[in-house]
């Protein structure tokens, strides 16, 4: 309920023990026939971390962060591979609710399914071929903290029938 996407990070680093709880909470996620095609590119490195704003208009907070995570899906590997988008959107948002747990702050960037943001963002991390990049999650330590919005509205909801 109190999850927010947080843009703007401290200059805190985030240790390796926090970032393992991220990923341990990430490959919980439930995939298509237990499937779990995801692997996870942990990316601290401050020359790649930059480059990623140069060809993603909407990831400038990359900048800032100490690092960010690469949600993949070995397609070739998957055992359902029309299912590894929703078999990686699980594991991405089981990461960001781990992130608010552990107060830390968390962005979803969307790579897939802009074509350009794939093929910009695989070769930057080296991606086998066959394995693809579904979300990029910048996280840190949050500067910014926004509050709860109530987004429920009961017309969404339809009993038995719509
Ligand atoms: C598939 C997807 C792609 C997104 N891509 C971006 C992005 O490129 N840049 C960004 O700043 N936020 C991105 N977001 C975060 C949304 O903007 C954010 O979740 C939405 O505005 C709701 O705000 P909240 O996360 O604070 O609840 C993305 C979220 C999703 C689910």
Not at 129 to 145: M, N, R
């Amino acid at each position: 309920m109190t999850r927010r996407s947080v843009r703007k990070f401290t200059s805190l680093e985030v240790s390796d023990e926090l970032v393992e709880k991220l990923l341990r909470a990430a490959m919980q996620a439930p995939s298509a026939n237990n499937g779990q095609p995801w692997h996870f590119v942990v990316i601290r490195d401050r020359a790649i971390l930059d480059a990623v704003p140069l060809f993603h208009p909407f990831a400038q907070m990359v900048k800032e962060a100490p690092l960010a995570v690469l949600v993949c899906a070995d397609t070739g590997n998957a055992r359902s591979p029309d299912y590894w988008v929703l078999d990686c959107s699980a594991a991405t948002q089981n990461i960001l609710l781990a992130a608010h747990a552990l107060g830390l702050g968390a962005v979803w960037l969307g790579i897939h399914p802009r074509q350009e943001r794939m093929e910009k963002m695989a070769p930057l991390v080296n991606l086998p071929e066959g394995v693809k990049p579904l979300a990029l999650i910048a996280l840190g330590f949050p500067a910014e903290h926004h509050a709860f919005t109530d987004r429920f509205k009961p017309e969404r909801i339809h009993q038995n029938t719509w």
